[in-house]
Nanobody
């Protein structure tokens, strides 16, 4: 399984960006997908997640500003980011996972850099 993240870039504070994460296979095979981010010198944190049934969750710092969605036909997960702040600057990583009672598989994309200027 390969995940290809794209859509990062430089944006001014208050602006918007949409990230995409396209899987090499059907995303319906995953139990869930999500976006994480890691700023320099900080740990990788959850930004948003979506379970296969559609349940979503967001990190506290992005609630109300970011929206996660998916297009199963395109095997793609999206992250629509709005009202961006300089503190949103980070490398954003796409994650997908599969869980069974005897195994856990996590897959990661290569990361896409988002830089928000003040």
């Amino acid at each position: 399984v390969q995940l290809q993240a794209s859509g990062g870039g430089l944006v001014q504070a208050g602006g918007s960006l949409r990230l995409s994460c396209t899987a090499s296979g059907s995303i319906a095979n995953f139990d869930g997908m999500g976006w994480y981010r890691q700023a320099p010198g900080k740990q990788r944190d959850l930004v948003a997640s979506m379970r296969s049934g559609g349940t979503v969750a967001y990190g506290d710092s992005v609630k109300g500003r970011f929206t996660v969605s998916r297009d199963n036909a395109k095997n793609t997960l999206y992250l629509q980011m709005g009202s961006l702040k300089p503190e949103d600057t980070a490398v954003y990583y796409c994650n997908a996972y599969q869980r069974t009672s005897w195994s856990a598989n996590d897959y990661w994309g290569q990361g896409t850099l988002v830089t928000v200027s003040s």
